[in-house]
């Protein structure tokens, strides 16, 4: 995301939730958006109030809008500050109607494409919790922000689509059966939140949970940390982090990947991957403290490019912020050595 990106997001964010505090003011307990007719209301309110026509997906405990739209990219390759305004209309009324409806929604989507380009696009993601709490000010506008998910990325079900069909093309295959085989096996909903978008009149949405939420976020946070942070810019190169919510019996894990490398300075070799290391730890205690979030056993972290794995106990995460000594057993190291007290 450009600097010039980042501050339109902030400006809107701010406009976004202050208008949301104001419709929450007048709302009344009767709720205004009946659960039965919630996706036929965000339509409407969209077409009446800002001349927009949305397709409404709902998902178990997840609303999803989706706006086609012109000039959605300007000529950086960024948000154009037109499009930005589309955007936060239709967050502010997805974030009027959840607030008012008895529908259990806990999550919503926005997703939009240039009519031009549909093969890019762009989803945020917010929680409704995130919402009430930033109303408040119970977070502050920052972490409001970082607690947003947004990116832009290639349409997934166009990629996937296009690849199949490459393979149809060689093998000579008919329409008929091109579009049966598509329809049984490769349209179905995502099973995870990357795979999130919209694509040829369908909507790939799926019922969000806390904890892959929550996976996303640190990848998110990891990424605008060694980013924008001076000292960490000037130690580390940021190339690539993930992260999923692995479900196990009762409890699952964290587990995070990440691509980042060292640049040119004094400090030696174990003092970066000590530094590195606290950081990402830091970030997942940020994430599950600050979310009161304690769902898991472990958090694992993958270093591809150093090709060690760290594992933290949900106990060592969750003390994290209050500086106490990690465990013995805080550390797993595979293909690597590296010394409990690095930490």
């Not at 009519?115 to 119970?138: A, C, F, H, T, W």
């Not at 000037?234 to 019996?249: C, D, G, Q, T, V």
Request: glycine share 4%; with cysteine; proline share 3%.
């Amino acid at each position: 995301m450009t600097k010039k990106t980042f501050d339109i997001v902030k400006s809107k964010g701010f406009l976004f939730i202050a208008s949301v505090v104001c419709c929450a003011l007048v709302s009344s307990c009767t709720p205004s958006y009946p659960k039965e007719t919630l996706a036929e209301a965000v339509k409407d309110v969209c077409k009446d109030e800002y001349s927009m026509e949305v397709d409404v997906t709902v998902r178990g405990t997840t609303m999803g809008l989706y706006y086609p739209m012109e000039s959605l990219l300007d000529a950086g390759m960024g948000i154009s500050e037109g499009a930005w305004d589309k955007i936060s209309n239709l967050l502010l009324v997805a974030s009027r109607i959840v607030l008012s409806t008895d529908a259990d929604i806990k999550f919503y989507c926005v997703v939009t494409q240039d009519v031009k380009l549909p093969e890019l696009q762009v989803v945020i993601i917010k929680y409704v919790e995130d919402v009430k709490r930033s109303m408040v000010r119970n977070i502050s506008r920052s972490e409001s922000f970082k607690r947003t998910l947004f990116s832009i990325n290639l349409t997934p079900q166009a990629e996937k689509e296009r690849s199949v069909e490459k393979a149809f093309n060689r093998l000579g295959v008919d329409d008929e059966i091109r579009q049966k085989v598509l329809d049984e096996f490769f349209r179905s909903p995502p099973t995870k939140l990357s795979d999130v978008g919209y694509w040829k009149g369908e909507f790939y949405l799926k019922d969000i949970t806390l904890a892959e939420f929550l996976a996303e976020q640190m990848a998110n946070r990891i990424k605008t940390d060694f980013r924008s942070d001076k000292d960490l810019s000037k130690k580390f190169k940021f190339i690539n982090a993930e992260s999923i919510y692995l479900p196990e019996n009762d409890k699952g894990s964290f587990f995070v990947t990440y691509k980042i490398a060292d640049q040119e300075t004094d400090e030696t070799q174990g003092d970066l991957l000590r530094d590195k290391m606290k950081e990402i730890i830091r970030i997942g205690n940020e994430v599950t403290y600050g979310y009161k979030f304690n769902d898991f056993d472990f958090l694992i972290l993958e270093d591809q490019l150093e090709n060690t794995r760290f594992t933290v106990s949900e106990d060592d995460l969750y003390n994290f912020h209050q500086e106490k000594p990690l465990m013995e057993d805080i550390v797993k190291v595979i293909g690597g050595q590296v010394s409990n007290t690095a930490l």
